[in-house]
């Protein structure tokens, strides 16, 4: 199994965990909680259990508000456990269950961090949308889980936190994002032989275009991504190229190389997910159908490759391949991204929390597509004119906690997120009122 992890320790390559337990291959069924079930990763994931019976017993799922999608399958798959956010949707829920089925309904941040604790499920997939999956992400790494990491928000808002609960807990990490998924089967025997990790993108649905071209693109414009069908929110965020720039601070923080290191090459055709360049200039690259079943049943079913139902990829059929770099000038988000990440400080918690609220501002019609970068930007520069220099926004848990103190654990954990928790209510409410001013305030 060694030899199938990404590799630790450098010099090439710092994985953020080390591989899961032999006892964890071996499990038979594999006990499942899925964050964010009736999200798009949620749904797909579901699939993956379908296609593989027996190898999966499902122990908890949750949602936000999605009852009827969430009673459905809870109908179908009788998890002990759900989560849901408020008592409102609880009730909705327990009014659509069979009247022979009486799961434990959890509620709210602290049930979504409950379910990922639980002691009867061994494996976490992290698919909850946004910032708010850093909870159950948290919590699943101190309970010392395999976690199928598809919120990429958790690496990009606490990813040097997340590193260090994984050395504390033995929790291990497989990355679900396709990108990331790419890199980690890529390395696979070959983590410390690496020169370049390189991220490829679709370039969304305004490939090529200018970015005065984009000023006057609409919702319904943005939402039509060409290869993956995905949530709104991913799905705007690949438009401008953001999810490329949260996807290079969460490789950042996945394998451990510096920024310099870390490429994006826009791929239309979405065919080869990502590739990896080696010390003696041989390149290695994943290809594969663009279906979210592939990487998520490779962290699901780890070390084992399973048929999930997925047709191969016919290269004969395939179109032709193309790759160029990204037009920094049209997508500034990504730019952004690269900014935040080099600062630190708090930016990527900024950048983040920035965007989520300048997509759902976009979304509602209240902004210009353009109008998102330059929130950001401006909530950027606003932390950075009253942030302490450059210094760690999440110190090292060492100088906080002592090693082998779970109890000091918990509380150094539980207050540095609610330190990001209070950056990120601070951001987003300043986004908010720079867009109730106007954007000429920027």
Not at 146 to 162: H, R
Not at 326 to 337: G, I, K, T, W
Request: glycine share 8%; with cysteine; proline share 7%.
């Amino acid at each position: 199994m060694a030899l199938l992890w990404p590799g630790r320790g450098g010099p090439s390559v710092d994985f953020i965990s080390g591989p899961p337990s032999a006892d964890w291959c071996d499990e038979r069924p594999r006990t499942l909680v899925i964050l964010g079930s009736t999200g798009s990763i949620g749904r797909s994931t579901l699939a993956v259990v379908d296609a593989c019976p027996g190898f999966f017993r499902v122990i908890g799922l949750s949602c936000a508000r999605n009852a009827t999608r969430l009673a459905e399958q809870a109908a179908k798959y009788r998890p002990p456990y759900l989560a849901v956010l408020d008592e409102a949707s609880a009730a909705k829920v327990t009014a659509l269950l069979p009247a022979n089925y009486r799961p434990r309904i959890l509620i709210g941040p602290e049930g979504y961090a409950e379910l990922a604790e639980l002691t009867e499920a061994s494996t976490v997939v992290s698919a909850q949308t946004g910032a708010a999956g850093l909870a159950g992400t948290l919590a699943a790494a101190e309970a010392g889980k395999v976690i199928c990491l598809a919120n990429k928000e958790s690496l990009v808002l606490a990813g040097s936190l997340v590193r260090d609960i994984c050395a504390r807990t033995g929790a291990a990490i497989l990355p679900v994002d396709s990108e990331h998924n790419a890199v980690f089967q890529c390395l696979a025997g070959h983590g410390q032989d690496v020169a370049d990790l390189v991220l490829t993108a679709s370039g969304g649905p305004f490939r090529g275009k200018s970015a005065e071209e984009l000023a006057s693109v609409t919702p319904e414009q943005a939402l039509r991504h060409p290869n993956w069908s995905m949530g709104q929110k991913i799905t705007i965020d690949s438009a401008s190229m953001m999810n490329k720039g949260l996807e290079v601070i969460e490789a950042f923080h996945l394998y451990g190389v510096p920024l310099e290191r870390i490429r994006v090459l826009v791929h239309p055709q979405s065919i080869v997910h990502s590739m990896v360049t080696m010390n003696d200039g041989s390149l290695l690259a994943q290809f594969a159908t663009a279906d979210m079943r592939l990487p998520i049943a490779n962290c699901l079913c780890w070390p084992k490759s399973l048929d999930v139902g997925v047709p191969p990829l016919d290269l004969a059929k395939s179109a032709d391949l193309s790759f160029a770099d990204p037009d920094m000038e049209a997508y500034p988000c990504l730019a952004l991204a690269l900014r935040a990440l080099r600062q630190r400080g708090g930016m990527c918690v900024v950048l983040n929390a920035a965007n989520e609220v300048a997509v759902d501002i976009f979304l509602h019609r209240g902004c210009s597509f353009m109008d998102i970068p330059r929130f950001i930007s401006a909530a950027l520069d606003a932390h950075a004119a009253n942030a302490p220099g450059h210094k760690p926004f999440c110190p090292p848990l060492d100088s906080v906690a002592p090693a082998g103190d779970a109890v000091r654990l918990r509380e150094a954990v539980a207050g540095l997120f609610r330190r990001v928790e209070a950056l990120d209510r601070k951001t987003r409410a300043f986004v908010r009122d720079l867009a109730k001013k106007g954007v000429s305030s920027c």
